[in-house]
């Protein structure tokens, strides 16, 4: 019996679209898997150090400053990062109900909350407008 030096070419297209999909999917699994990873390893760093800084920042500054230095997103990381980006509407829900549990300080400094946000929102928009226009001023 021998064993054959070749895959054999697949050429039914249902098959080559499974397989297909097949592979999308274990490159998202293992993007998940990457981000897991990274976050894991941040929350192990963050509580060896005894920081008090939150893990998942971290884990964002990990992974920005990994793929600053292999200058492409891989496709792994695209491919599961896409669909969690894609709903990532849920992941607020938890931060607006636990605004239920402070119900008494926004009615006792409303005025302070208010401009709080009014000015918060228009300094972001300020600052990533002006880094924009920094930042793409020579692609027009």
Do not use: C
Not at 64 to 82: D, E, F, H, M, S
């Amino acid at each position: 019996m021998t064993i054959p030096s070749k895959i054999p070419n697949i050429s039914s297209p249902f098959i080559r679209k499974v397989l297909s999909k097949i592979l999308v999917l274990a490159q998202g699994v293992l993007g998940i898997a990457m981000l897991v990873g990274i976050f894991l390893f941040s929350q192990f760093v963050i509580y060896q150090l005894e920081l008090s800084f939150p893990p998942a920042l971290m884990g964002i500054g990990i992974l920005l400053v990994g793929l600053i230095l292999i200058r492409r997103v891989p496709k792994p990381l695209i491919l599961g990062a896409t669909p969690i980006l894609q709903h990532m509407v849920v992941f607020f829900i938890p931060a607006i109900v636990g605004i239920v549990s402070y119900v008494d300080l926004m009615i006792a400094f409303p005025v302070a909350l208010v401009l709080s946000i009014v000015v918060s929102t228009i300094a972001s928009l300020f600052i990533t407008s002006w880094l924009s226009a920094k930042l793409l001023k020579g692609q027009q």
